[in-house]
């Protein structure tokens, strides 16, 4: 199984990508489940979310307290503890950010980390600060092994429309892969 946690804002569209990854996965015949995380129900809150992708069935219904992958959807969200908290030792971290990896204070057991301005990708294609779609762009290229691409845009599409599968499609190619030793 492998399990990851989602970390945004009120108003990114976390939930929504975390959906649309859901129905990916079961559209490819493997099991999924996403339980979201509210605190203030506001927009700019911090919100969180727990996903897992599995071949068999889901039985587990509890938060991801060690997750293989942490999404991150606004970087201001980095420097709270519980951002990285559980982190797995070879942990992959995919961040919406225009900062280098060097601005970056990042813990010894991300190993991959995956940096995208999907803020002003969204912009730019969408003309919506949203950035949930290009994050799923981003998401796909560092998870190929879990989440069928093709599929995800196809679902993009039929959820948000040509434009945020252009700006899931610009996030893909223009993520920067990084492995810190």
Not at 65 to 91: A, I, N, R
Not at 128 to 153: E, H, S, V
Request: proline residues 3%.
């Amino acid at each position: 199984m492998i399990e990851l946690r989602f970390h945004g804002r009120g108003g990114q569209g976390l939930v929504k990508a975390a959906q649309i990854i859901v129905s990916s996965v079961i559209d490819t015949g493997k099991y999924a489940q996403f339980i979201p995380f509210f605190g203030v129900e506001r927009k700019g809150s911090p919100v969180f979310g727990f996903l897992r992708i599995d071949d068999k069935d889901i039985r587990i219904k509890t938060q991801v307290y060690t997750p293989k992958v942490l999404v991150v959807f606004d970087d201001t969200l980095l420097s709270m503890e519980k951002t990285f908290k559980g982190l797995q030792e070879d942990g992959v971290v995919i961040i919406n950010t225009k900062k280098s990896i060097k601005e970056l204070e990042l813990p010894k057991n991300a190993k991959e980390v995956y940096l995208v301005d999907a803020t002003g990708i969204a912009i730019e294609n969408i003309k919506r600060n949203i950035p949930n779609t290009t994050m799923l762009g981003a998401f796909a290229n560092a998870c190929k092994d879990f989440i069928n691409w093709d599929i995800l845009k196809q679902n993009i599409e039929t959820k948000f429309g040509e434009a945020n599968v252009k700006s899931a499609k610009v996030a893909y190619e223009k993520v920067q892969k990084y492995n810190l030793d």
